[in-house]
């Protein structure tokens, strides 16, 4: 029925769509939705504690005996660097003054950590089906615990050079991160924005650059997308904007009303909230301060400035000062169920590539 | 046999391929070439005199009966500006010094004009089947007088916004430009680079919002390419960089020679040739003074300053000046003829969505 059953055989799913594990974004609900309507469902774990990800994923495995990904960072943690932060801390008086806040009050950036031996007991405990890693991929001994379980490893390339580190080290299907993706870019190899491909151009590069499947993501938010990316040589793909309009998005309601009228041209990668490039909607901050600021401190540290700022416009119904993600297509996201929405696409994707065959 | 046949009706054309346009690096050969082939071929005109425009389309209409595709330029030209002018001679001073060039010598920017009367009596004279602009269009006058004649108008948008008002404005197709297209931007209605869509978000956006066939360009370099266009909803591609590489091609030995070694993460936007983005590979000059500097000169005149050191850099075999226009997917290309490269991405595209029906 499909065009190519490696990413369906891999995981052991039915559709070929992954969600987006989005931190803050979404949750069990989530997951358990995406997973039953035969995609496979993610739990981003990134902004959680092990014993939150430990209860999120009881849940899941409560509702659904379905694959579930389950998905971590890997970054390195940065040294303090009180001058760079002092210097950053600055160019927020001006909004602490506008506001009234003190500048002295603001919190510490939300606790990205990195994979490490605590969520790796975790994995070794609950079994999830699949791993998938953002920035890369954990050391080697923790990678080599992961391997050992028999959990499908995945993780995201933003170039070529990306795609084959991953399928070097371990990967059993790499994701093609193409430049209109929503929120952090998996960037590990390289920090330059600028040339980073688009979907289009790094999907078939990457198809011809190693022998793992290929997960396209970026830009794709309906069932045209999907069927594109099959033609493009993906076996299948992963989608974020399109989840984050579902009813068991997490988001807040000022971000749901930004992406509803949200532009092809409205977003840009920007470095401001967490320190490292993310695609979100362009607003005040991101104007002002950003979009890519060299003064920002190292991710994940670089958003506890903007804590007090952010809450404080939100509270007035503002959503100038928050992290507002979204990929370059929202726009041909429309609201509804997380079932209903997988279910949606992939029918649409089996439609369209069933008008596409030549007639003779 | 091809699953959309708008663009082919509209234009007269077998394949629904379009010979991007790509001033100074094409002439009559690659036009008559891809015509022949079935396709639409073009000659860009951005850079010739009438009296060499005239001579160019006499040899193409000498080789074939088929249609021809004319495109021009339509920005403003712009007022002197000599103090950002010595501003910008100043950057250059450290290479004149390094190449032993005297920095008086800079020579004026190759005249870029736009599309004028005399160039509108020429298009009355050898009545083109198809006229095609970049940076939106001509005024209404110029441009009623190539409607009346009968030819059909193309143009490119590069936004949402951009597509509505071109076919508001009487094109009968548009050229979707995503972020991966190699060459200059065809933005008119917003200098903003950061929020550009790619290929793959831009195309079904553009296919919502107009009445008119959408011709998909940017990072579109293969059979795969132009198979996912169509599932994205394009009644066509427009294809540049993949013919930059074919034989007809003018393009010198070392643009040749560093398109053949290209890289999917190797090129960036850049004003410093011409003082508009333009996506072409990273080279020394581009890394240095660009990749886009907020002193470059308004286009076209920002390249003259760099024609000596351009030209010295040359002549010692180094392209480090040089403008090296591509996409960011020419590693895709191969060497060949037009006609047969051409021929062969048709080959290609239909095998390609032959695959891709879904098997019951």
């Known amino acids: 029925m499909w065009p190519d059953r490696r990413l369906l055989d891999l995981l052991g799913i039915e559709l070929p769509i992954i969600q987006a594990p989005m931190a803050g974004a979404t949750d069990a609900a989530m997951s358990v939705a995406v997973s039953e309507s035969g995609g496979l469902g993610s739990l981003p774990c990134a902004l959680l504690t092990a014993e939150r990800a430990r209860a999120e994923i009881g849940v899941i495995r409560q509702h659904t005996n379905r694959p579930l990904n389950v998905n971590f960072f890997c970054h390195s943690m940065p040294d303090p660097d009180p001058a760079r932060e002092?210097?950053?801390?600055?160019?927020?008086?001006?909004?602490?003054?506008?506001?009234?806040?003190d500048p002295s009050s603001t919190a510490p950036a939300p606790g990205r950590a990195p994979f490490n031996d605590e969520m790796c007991d975790l994995v070794e405990e609950l079994a999830p089906e699949v791993v998938s890693f953002h920035f890369?991929?954990?050391?080697?001994?923790?990678?080599?615990?992961?391997k050992r379980l028999g959990c499908k490893v995945l993780s995201s390339a933003?170039?070529?050079?990306?795609?084959?580190?991953?399928?070097?080290?371990?990967c059993d299907a790499v994701i093609a991160q193409g430049y209109e993706a929503g929120g952090h870019r998996g960037m590990f190899l390289t920090d330059a924005v600028d040339p980073q491909p688009g979907t289009m151009a790094l999907v078939p590069q990457v198809v011809d650059a190693i022998g793992v499947p290929v997960v396209a993501a970026g830009g794709i938010a309906d069932g045209r997308g999907i069927a594109a990316a099959f033609a493009l040589g993906a076996a299948g793909v992963q989608i974020g904007t399109a989840y984050l309009l579902a009813s068991e998005s997490t988001i807040s309601g000022l971000h749901r009303a930004a992406l509803a009228t949200a532009r092809d041209d409205g977003t840009v990668q920007t470095n401001v909230f967490t320190g490292r490039p993310a695609r979100g909607l362009i607003n005040r901050v991101?104007?002002?301060?950003?979009?890519?600021s060299p003064d920002a401190p190292a991710f994940p540290t670089a958003g506890g400035v903007m804590a007090a700022i952010r809450a404080a416009a939100e509270a007035a119904g503002s959503s100038e000062f928050s992290p507002l993600w979204s990929g370059q297509a929202a726009s041909l996201s429309r609201p509804g169920s997380a079932l209903e929405l997988t279910r949606a696409l992939a029918a649409d994707a089996l439609e369209r590539l069933g008008t596409l065959a030549p007639r003779h």
Chains 1, 2 share one sequence.
């Open 136 to 146: 890369g991929l954990p050391e080697p001994r923790l990678l080599g615990r992961v």
């Open 158 to 170: 933003t170039t070529v050079d990306e795609a084959r580190w991953l399928a070097d080290h371990g």
């Open 86 to 101: 002092k210097i950053w801390r600055s160019r927020f008086d001006p909004y602490c003054a506008e506001l009234g806040l």
């Open 286 to 292: 991101v104007r002002e301060i950003g979009p890519m």
